[in-house]
Structures are given as structure tokens and as C-alpha cells.
């Protein structure tokens, strides 16, 4: 018995890496492109003293809660040395979408990347608004 207790374990944890290495991070990569690349560039480097850069962002590296409201409720500049441009507010998008998004930036942009489900995404979402 305690053999396919951990076939099982070690197939849901191979069907994790599968899908984060696969699926998700292609449908993050598309909702970056379609969304967040004419500001921020394809490579996150933003554009200086206008768009900031999001590659070495604290907002990116930081916990996926405040993630989550930026994205959700976009934000005004406040500090104009950095930015002169609003981020929008991005409410269309589906807490999936959203989840996968951050998904692919966290990915992209910090050294050690905590998948985010769906879940903790929503319950953010519901916190911010």
C-alpha cells in the first residue's frame, strides 16, 4: 500500500512540473504579449522615466497578493521620477488569466518562482476589491 501512496504522489508532482513547464506558462506568455508587452517590453525593461521596468520589480518578486490587486485594480502613478503613465486596470481578465499571468512573470523574473493557484489568486482578488 504505501508504494502507490507514493506512485501517486510522485505522479501528481510529475503532473505538476508537466503543466507549469508546458501549459501555463504559454497561456501567461500569450496574456503578457497581448496585454502587458506595449508598456513594459518583451523582456520587462519598461521604458525609463515613462513605463517602469518590471524584470527586477519588487511588485514581481514580492508576494503574489499585491500581484494580484495591481492587476486587478491597475494603478496611478506615484511616484513620477519612475513612471508618468497610469497602469490599467485589467478586470477583464479572468482569475484564471490572472493566475496565469503572474504565473509567467513570477517565472520569468525571479530566481525562485511559488506557482499560484487559482484559488489563493481569487481570494486576493475578493481582498483588493
Keep these: 500500500m504505501a508504494v502507490n501512496k507514493y506512485a501517486y504522489r510522485f505522479f501528481f508532482l510529475f503532473f505538476l512540473?508537466?503543466?507549469w513547464h508546458c501549459g501555463v506558462p504559454q497561456e501567461g506568455k500569450s496574456l503578457y504579449t497581448e496585454n502587458?508587452?506595449?508598456?513594459?517590453m518583451a523582456d520587462g525593461s519598461g521604458l525609463p522615466g515613462i513605463i517602469p521596468a518590471i524584470n527586477a520589480s519588487l511588485v514581481i518578486k514580492g508576494p503574489y497578493q499585491e500581484l494580484a490587486c495591481l492587476?486587478?485594480?491597475?494603478?496611478?502613478p506615484a511616484?513620477?521620477?519612475?513612471s508618468f503613465v497610469a497602469?490599467?486596470?485589467f478586470k477583464t481578465l479572468t482569475e484564471t488569466q490572472i493566475t496565469n499571468l503572474i504565473n509567467y512573470v513570477k517565472k520569468e523574473?525571479?530566481?525562485d518562482p511559488q506557482f499560484v493557484s487559482e484559488q489563493e489568486v481569487a481570494a486576493a482578488v475578493k481582498a483588493c476589491q
Excluded at 502587458?36 to 513594459?40: D, L, S, T, W
Excluded at 492587476?71 to 496611478?76: A, D, E, P
Excluded at 511616484?79 to 519612475?82: A, C, F, L, R, V
Design 71 to 76: 492587476l486587478y485594480n491597475g494603478r496611478q
Design 109 to 111: 523574473w525571479t530566481e
Design 17 to 19: 512540473v508537466v503543466a
Design 79 to 82: 511616484d513620477t521620477i519612475k
Design 87 to 89: 497602469m490599467p486596470s
Design 36 to 40: 502587458c508587452v506595449n508598456c513594459h
